[in-house]
């Protein structure tokens, strides 16, 4: 039998948590939060884009650990294409565009199929022979791999992000 190792991979410190699991601090949870307050502080944007960055740092290093190439794209939900100002590109909105149910994304253009998800834009799950990637609401991401090892789980949390063992409630 194949173990699977199951991770929930998130800014949310887990000492916040009650002991039903519940979230308790007042945080940031979305791209949509960027101007607000928090903690007495406003959220900026790039604030975010850092969180963003740690995300995709965490993605890409768990891809690499299992030698997967690509992902493909499962239960694709698309919204409307926000051109945020770190979207400079036409090609961006294309890309965005052209995206499928059952389309093979090639792991150099996965961070910007996440940044789609993290940013609300579309929802889909990325899934391969060898790991998943769900995302969750509130900027919960969820992952399944063959392969694990504790170097890449220190890179993870040395990025000031969370994980915690979790089957995703995606599957």
């Known amino acids: 039998m194949i173990k699977i190792y199951y991770l929930r991979i998130t800014k949310y410190n887990p000492d916040n948590r009650d002991k039903n699991g519940f979230y308790s ?24 884009l850092c969180y963003e960055e740690r995300y995709l740092g965490a993605i890409i ?3 690499r650990e299992n030698n997967v190439e690509s992902l493909r794209v499962e239960s694709l939900e698309k919204s409307n ?3 945020h100002s770190d979207f400079y590109e036409p090609a961006t909105k294309e890309y965005f565009e052209s995206i499928k149910e059952n389309m093979l994304i090639p792991k150099q253009k996965i961070p910007q199929v996440a ?10 799950k990325l899934v391969s022979d060898k790991m998943f990637l769900h995302f969750g609401y509130d900027y919960y991401m969820y992952i399944g791999s063959k392969q694990l090892a504790d170097e890449t789980l220190q890179s993870i949390v040395s990025n000031s992000l969370f994980v915690e063992s979790m089957v995703s409630p995606y599957l």
């Open 115 to 124: 940044k789609f998800v993290l940013r609300e834009m579309i929802w889909c």
């Open 81 to 83: 294409y926000v051109n």
């Open 61 to 63: 290093d768990i891809m």
């Open 25 to 48: 601090k007042d945080e940031w949870s979305s791209i949509g939060d960027v101007g607000k307050r928090f903690g007495g502080k406003e959220f900026t944007l790039d604030e975010y």
